[in-house]
């Protein structure tokens, strides 16, 4: 359909909808079943058998495979299908493993899904943009993305980025009107809005002519359909590692079958325990493993509050050093109170709490009537009709606000006078919108009255607005702007900004009307100043106790607002951000430094205050050349560069417009800067339980190969058989593994100097941990052998039984080491109860191996008699308190 070229009512009869209410819920169904999701198609999927296939592709794989049939052919079955089991079970736990993964992302991608603000029912609701059908009302502002494609039917200054579609990164402004002509492209269609595309400026309403595949974008689905596969730096040098530790696996399993075999062993034997060897100590599973604590983690975060966009952020997030936050919602309540008001050379008090439009006016303590005093009843009712807040109430005196916060305390605050937008339209009508932009720090409206006559309101920043107005209404009549008034307002404004209130200005223009106006300019100038309003977000009670933890996890907290100098230092020093030495910038001290000049200055800034978004890059730029790593939050369209470039950028959930959710790595779901503390927190956790895991896997590794290579140099015979190697790796080697993923953070995490970015796998001693325990387990592991075989050498099963049990309890004993920087005895065993659950499980597997005559059979056990435990128990304990035992030696 050629919707460009319809007029509305071509289009309403058409679409078959009701551009005042939007569409019933039972119509949208309807449209449902017929139209389907608003998504576009995506490319195929690995099949749940493909990916469990995919499982037994390793090369280790395989050979073992080949092995367990030649074992088959010799008569060696129950081997082969011990085995076969072991091989399978692994394939199994790996595609579970990989499946959650994939689950995980997913729900981090609906979570983190686009929405949209639609019209159903005569009532305007946000819903998940799949949930569009052809039809639907939806109106868009500035930072949203276009949800479907739209004929547009009213639009305010709008401007909307289509270089997803034509490649012309320069905005298209838009308007309504009908286009008519052969071969009109994309880019040509300004009455047109198209899914995907972002609302850089201004605001507008639009029918919903295609959605999912039927879109503009949907013609082009294919580009979108690869998707791409994140891998993070630490998966990245994990893998690195893993080639390197797969070349001296194999050269030292290479090394034990050589030996053997001169030694006497039987080829078929050695071949199947240099096999059995090699796929134990090849840590192939590594970065699947990291993958899952990641995901893990990443879970944990969203019951958090925070949404990972991007897995790498999970590592970085341990390594900030700096958080640059915006205050307004994130160090604050983000509900904002008009507790002042300021107009005609008076100031009045104002009563009430929160969103509640229940309040009384007090002027120098006696109650007043606003509708009395012509000034402020200028001042409230202006504020409300310049505003698109709504209050909304669900339930008796629950109130919420949709809208932005201080248009919202504005409208709260003519509500409490008794005015309401309702009446205010009967008596005004709005022709114009110029909507609010940061860059101008203010909106305006055009409106006439039952007269015929048209003036402006425009409402936004006292400075600016005292700049552009040349008259103040002042004993109910205009006066000239003489520097007596402008000395009184700016220090009403002041006085204001001194209680830290935040100050918003109403000014008003007469206009000539017969004149059209296309831009702003036009008519933000010669104002007649009304008055202000003094408003307060309080501080969220947790920032404080937040801001104090990321300064002793030597993470600085710089507070970003858009306030006065004076408000932000007022709320700066109620957090604790201003210390005697800290500095305080303001956007205009800014305008005039480069960056190398910020730099020199910027460690010593806490507060930088009067800002626009633009800023946030210079000062993002100036932290990152001194060598920090910056976390940097946003919320509006202005904001993504900042965000894009910080080394973590965090975007709000709820206010954050969706240019900036998609600029960024991490998404707050409730705006609160101490959600960042915790993510940050968490960030550094998983990061620790990956090496936890690291440690305990590769010195276990090491405790196998050389449990092996020291007896073949020995000229002893087999400790250990191929399927009790198998068994260790599968039981022993993975529970723990992944419990020790889920490990609670250490008590001094946050604590410590943040992470450096260049820190390598084995750094803070981590390598020595894994060599020293990996010989004692391999020693201890072949002295209690030994000892057991010397004093029987005609019963050899019992030795490797007992040989087999010394390694898995090292093993078990060693992963409570791993739980801490410190020692075994620095944290509670039972702190972790995956964990105590993990080795329960396998020390219960160990016996029934043991114990029970069918699976003994299986893996060549016999049992062991008790006193053979208390060896058993003491050798297995000596790799992990004999080093505990030394360091405290060496502290003392």
Known sequence: MRYHEMNPEEIREKIQTDFNKGLTEEEVSRRRKQFGFNELQEGEKQSALLLFFSQFKDFMVIVLLVATLISGLLGEYIDAIAIMAIVLLNGILGFFQERRAEKSLEALKELSAPTATVLRNGKWVKIPSKEIVPGDIIRFASGDRIGADVRILEANSLEIEESALTGESVPTSKDTEVI?????????????????????????????????????????????QTTETLTTPLQRRLEQLGKILIIVALFLTLLVVMIGIMQGHDLYTMFLSGVSLAVAAIPEGLPAIVTIALSLGVQRMIKKNSIVRKLPAVETLGCASVICSDKTGTMTQNKMTVTHLWANNEVWNVSGQGYVPEGKFMKNNNIVDPKKDVHFEKLLSFAILCNHANLITEKKNDYKLDGDPTEGALLVAGLKAGFTRENLLNEYTIIQEFPFDSARKMMTIIVENKKGERFAITKGAPDILIQLSESVFANGKEQHLTQQWINRLQQAVESLAKQALRTIAISYKKLNTKTTYVHESEVENNLTFIGLHGMIDPPRPEVKDAIKECKEAGIKTVMITGDHVITA????????????????????????????????????????????????????????????????????????????????????????TDVAKESSSLVLLDDNFATIKAAIQEGRNIYENIRKFIRYLLASNVGEILVMLFAMILAMPLPLVPIQILWVNLVTDGLPAMALGLDRPEDDVMKRAPRSPKEGVFARGLGWKVISRGFLIGVATLIAFIVVYRNNPNDLAYAQTVAFATLVLAQLIHVFDCRSEHSIFSRNPFGNPYLVWAVISSVILLLVVIYYPPLATVFHTVPIVPRDWLLILAMASIPTFLLVGSLFIHKK
């Open 180 to 224: 008519h002509g052969e071969n009109v492209g994309i880019g040509d269609m300004s009455n047109m809005a198209f899914m995907g595309t972002m609302v850089t400026r201004g605001s507008g309403v639009g029918v919903v002519i295609g959605t999912g595949m039927k879109t503009a974008m949907g013609q082009i689905a294919d580009m979108l």
């Open 569 to 656: 230092k007022a709320i700066g020093k109620e957090l604790g951000l201003i210390r005697s030495d800290s500095l305080v910038l303001d956007g205009a001290t800014l305008d005039t430094m480069s960056v190398e000049e910020l730099e020199e200055v910027v460690d010593r800034v806490s507060v930088f205050a009067r800002v626009s978004p633009e800023h946030k890059l210079k000062i993002v730029k100036a932290l990152q050349n001194n060598g920090h790593i910056v976390a940097m939050t946003g919320d509006g369209v202005n904001d993504a560069p900042a965000i894009k470039a910080a080394d973590i950028g965090i975007a709000m959930g709820i206010t954050g």
